[in-house]
């Protein structure tokens, strides 16, 4: 049994994991910078301990320290949220040496899925369809012959890929040679590795991605599927459940395809399988062994608490749920709340001068934000996220719209006016929207 987390995070999501333990009856330990010191997760946790200066390196990544305040505070397990850690395999591998649950899947099915190549290969070997491609890595000298197979346009992407980083189009065999160059010299900056290699370029899918939990014995559900086609610069920005573009058949057949797979994988924990869309096929891009930002709206039209199950997986309880209790309910939409302008996304830190969360049947914020908080310079410029359920997908817009008036943060910029832009626009009514429209959309108004 697990009987004290230590959250190894800060922000939305440390306060997030916490009411999962408060509700559990665990105990919780937070850790945090000295830039976070009055921060509120720090606040709500039993316990806290201070683990370094502000960049995250030397707080938030540093494992020695966040050991170290395991030993101190004797938390049995660690709950690593999303980003910094989550999917640091050798994080996993350290905890476990010292006696510690990390909650999350086991360090090697964290390396297999974080290596892009690897990943495909699992993936077609488990019976996911994947995106036409190389076979594997590729070099330049081989690049044309590669790529005159797959076929144009195709793109260039770096092997320790994340964050749309190291990835290139090429449209045509004149393109070739410096999309190439360009995405290995952006990866070696960004990931310290140049390996490379080429996908068939989708021009207009859609980004959809299925939940599933796993128990680590060979038992796996999937909680269906999200939408996040809205990007910007291949950052997710609004994400819907379900998706505009799936119906029930589609839903359910995509998502066993995957859940048979966690069970093949006897994957532990809770983890996303990121496909593009595209004629009615779907393409296998990635899978993030972790729980991840836009985890809420699958709760909210499952009303199954995703923390509470990855908990409940780590200390040896198993899944509360069967694939056949799983019932889909109504439509969730969730917006992304970052501290940034909303026209040119440059961060905004800065004290909020005044906060006023809206409220209601069917509304959730999750954020650590409040009236007189200062947002650090130092991390990601998330400060909450906003999530609304309805019945129908209507209801769920007409809700939004009520919400995001009546939604205040002051003093500093936020991206909510960019919602408000959308929630009129008469493409995301009709939900007819693909991974390109966003930044179409922006460019044209921005005129
Ligand atoms: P990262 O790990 O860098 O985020 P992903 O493989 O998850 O990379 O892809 C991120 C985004 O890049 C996708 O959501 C999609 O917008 C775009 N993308 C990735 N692969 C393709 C492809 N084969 N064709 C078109 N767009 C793609």
Redesign the pocket.
């Given at each position: 049994m697990i009987s004290k987390i230590l959250i190894a995070n800060r922000g939305e999501i440390a306060l997030r994991v916490l009411r999962a333990c408060k509700e559990l009856g665990i105990a919780t330990v937070a850790v945090h910078s000295t830039a976070d010191a009055d921060a509120m997760h720090v606040r709500l946790a039993d316990e806290s301990v201070c683990i370094g200066p502000p960049p995250s390196r030397d707080s938030y990544l540093n494992i020695h320290q966040i050991v170290a305040a395991c030993e101190i505070t004797g938390a049995d397990a660690v709950h690593p949220g999303y980003g910094f850690l989550s999917e640091n395999a050798k994080f996993a591998e350290i905890l476990e040496a010292h006696d510690i649950t990390f909650i999350g899947p086991t360090a090697e099915h964290i390396r297999i899925m974080g290596d892009?190549i690897t990943a495909k290969q699992t993936a077609q070997e488990l019976g996911i369809p994947v995106?036409p491609g190389s076979d594997g890595e590729v070099k330049p000298e081989n690049a044309l012959e590669v790529a005159r197979k797959i076929g144009f346009p195709v793109?260039i992407?770096a092997t320790a890929?994340?964050?749309?980083?190291g990835?290139k189009v090429a449209r045509s065999e004149a393109d070739l040679e410096e999309a190439v160059a360009t995405a290995r010299t952006e990866a070696l900056a960004a990931f310290g590795n140049d390996a490379v290699y080429m996908?068939?370029?989708?021009s207009k899918?859609r980004?959809i991605e299925i939940q599933i939990v796993g128990d680590g014995a060979g038992n796996a559900v999937h909680l269906g599927e999200r939408d996040?086609s809205l990007?910007r610069r291949?950052q997710k920005v609004w994400e819907e459940a379900n998706s505009p573009a799936l119906n029930v058949d589609q839903r359910m057949k995509i998502g066993q395809v995957c859940a048979d797979a966690m069970k093949k994988l006897k994957y532990r924990g809770a983890g996303t399988v990121?496909f593009?869309y595209e004629n009615g096929e779907f393409?296998f891009?990635?899978m993030n062994t972790r729980l991840q930002v836009e985890h809420p709206i699958t709760e909210a039209i499952t009303g199954i608490d995703l923390v509470h199950e990855q908990i409940r997986v780590a200390s040896g309880g198993g899944l509360s749920v069967r694939q056949e209790d799983i019932v889909f309910s109504g439509h969730a939409i969730e917006c992304r709340i970052n501290a940034e302008d909303p026209r040119t996304f440059v961060p905004s830190p800065g004290t909020i001068t005044h906060f006023h969360a809206p409220g209601g049947l069917g509304v959730r914020v999750d954020s650590g934000a409040y009236q007189g908080y200062r947002i650090p310079p130092y991390y990601d410029s998330l400060i909450g996220k906003l999530i609304v359920h309805g019945r129908t997908r209507v209801e769920c817009m007409m809700r939004l719209r009520r919400v995001l008036d009546e939604f205040v943060i002051d003093g500093i910029k936020t991206t909510l006016p960019l919602f408000q832009d959308l929630i009129n626009n008469q493409d995301i009514a009709n939900g007819d929207y693909d991974?390109h429209w966003l930044e179409k959309h922006l460019a044209a108004t921005s005129e």
């Open positions: 892009k995106v793109l992407k890929g994340g964050g749309g980083r990835m996908e068939k370029y989708l899918p980004h996040c990007q291949h990121e593009l393409y891009i990635e991974i």
